[in-house]
C-alpha cells in the first residue's frame, strides 16, 4: 500500500505535462497486459478496439467516444517512446507560455480533430477507398502536433542550439515537422499522418485567431454552469475597495471615508449632528 499511496503522491506533485504522460504509460501497460493474457489464453482480446478510433463513419457512430479515447492508446513500445518523448519536451515548453487548462485543451481538441481528418480523408481520397474498413487510429501524435504548432505559432522565433547547425528558430522546426507528415502520407501510417496534421492544422489556428477573441475550452464549458446574477455582497466590497484606492491622504477626505464606513455598517441615523453637517458641507 506504502507504493501505491507513493504513487499516488507523485502524481498528484507532478505537473500537466507528467501527468498526461504517466496516463499514456498506465493505458499502454493496461493494453499490454490484455495482449499478453490473449496470446496466453489464445483469446482475441477486443476490449482495446473499443477505445481506437475506426476509418469508417459507421464504426465511429457505434463507438463515438473513440474520437477523444484513441489519443491514449499505443501498442507499440517504439510508438509510445517516441510520442511521449515529443510530449516531454514540447509540452513542458508548452507550459511556460499557456496554462495547464489550455495543454489539456490542445491535447484533447488536437485529438479531436485529427481523428476528424482522418475520417474525412480515408471517406473522401480515393487512395484509401480499399483500406477505409480495415483501417483504425491510435496513438497521441495528434494531440501533441497541437500542442507543438500551437506553441510554435505562439512564439516563432524562439531559438534552439543545434550541434553543428547553430541556432534554429521554433517555426523552422515547426514547419519541418509538418512538412515531414505531409511527404510521408504515400511512404506508409497515412491515417496517421493526417491525423497529426488535422492536430496541427487546430493548434496554429487556435492560436493564430488572436487572443481577443481566443478563449480557453474549458472556461466555455465552466461558463454554462456559472452564474450570471452576482451577489448583492460582492458588489458591494467591489465598490467599497475601489473607493478606498481612490482616496487620498487629506484630512477631510479621510474623515468623509470614516463616516461613509460607518454608514455601510451601520446606517445614516447612527451619524452624529457634527458628523451629519460635515458631510452636508463636503456635499455642496
Same mark, same amino acid.
Given at each position: ?17 507528467? @501527468? ?25 482480446? &477486443? ?9 469508417? /463513419? ?30 516531454? $519536451?514540447?509540452?513542458?515548453? $508548452? ?9 489539456? &485543451? $490542445? ?61 534554429? @528558430?521554433?517555426?523552422? *522546426?515547426?514547419? *519541418? ?66 473607493? @478606498? ?20 455598517? &451601520? ?10 453637517? /460635515?458631510?452636508? @458641507?463636503?456635499?455642496?
Amino acid at each position: 500500500m506504502s507504493f501505491i499511496n507513493n504513487i499516488q503522491d507523485r502524481f498528484k506533485q507532478a505537473n500537466i505535462v507528467e @501527468k498526461f504522460i504517466t496516463i499514456n504509460l498506465g493505458v499502454f501497460l493496461f493494453v499490454f497486459l490484455l495482449n499478453t493474457l490473449g496470446f496466453l489464453f489464445q483469446a482475441n482480446n &477486443s476490449l482495446v478496439n473499443w477505445f481506437i478510433l475506426p476509418a469508417t /463513419f459507421e464504426g465511429f457512430i457505434t463507438k463515438p467516444w473513440t474520437i477523444i479515447t484513441y489519443g491514449f492508446v499505443h501498442v507499440d513500445f517504439l510508438h509510445i517512446l517516441m510520442n511521449l518523448i515529443s510530449l516531454y $519536451f514540447v509540452g513542458n515548453l $508548452f507550459v511556460q507560455y499557456f496554462t495547464p487548462k489550455q495543454f489539456i &485543451s $490542445f491535447y484533447v481538441l488536437g485529438t479531436l480533430f485529427g481523428g476528424i481528418v482522418f475520417m474525412l480523408s480515408y471517406n473522401f481520397f480515393p487512395a484509401f477507398a480499399n483500406d477505409v474498413s480495415n483501417s483504425v487510429l491510435l496513438g497521441a501524435s495528434a494531440g501533441v502536433s497541437a500542442i507543438f504548432i500551437g506553441v510554435a505559432t505562439h512564439i516563432p522565433n524562439y531559438q534552439f542550439k543545434v550541434p553543428l547547425l547553430g541556432f534554429i @528558430k521554433l517555426w523552422h *522546426f515547426a514547419a *519541418f515537422w509538418i512538412a515531414l507528415d505531409i511527404i510521408q502520407i504515400p511512404a506508409g501510417n497515412a491515417g496517421g499522418h493526417l491525423a497529426h496534421i488535422g492536430g496541427a492544422l487546430f493548434g496554429f489556428f487556435y492560436v493564430n485567431q488572436g487572443s481577443a477573441t481566443r478563449t480557453n475550452f474549458w472556461d466555455k464549458i465552466s461558463a454554462l454552469f456559472a452564474s450570471k446574477r452576482k451577489p448583492l455582497k460582492t458588489v458591494y466590497k467591489s465598490k467599497k475597495t475601489h473607493t @478606498k484606492k481612490q482616496a487620498n491622504t487629506t484630512y477631510k477626505q479621510q474623515k468623509i471615508n470614516v463616516i461613509l464606513d460607518k454608514i455601510s455598517k &451601520s446606517g445614516y441615523d447612527t451619524l452624529s449632528k457634527e458628523e451629519k453637517d /460635515f458631510l452636508f @458641507k463636503q456635499g455642496k
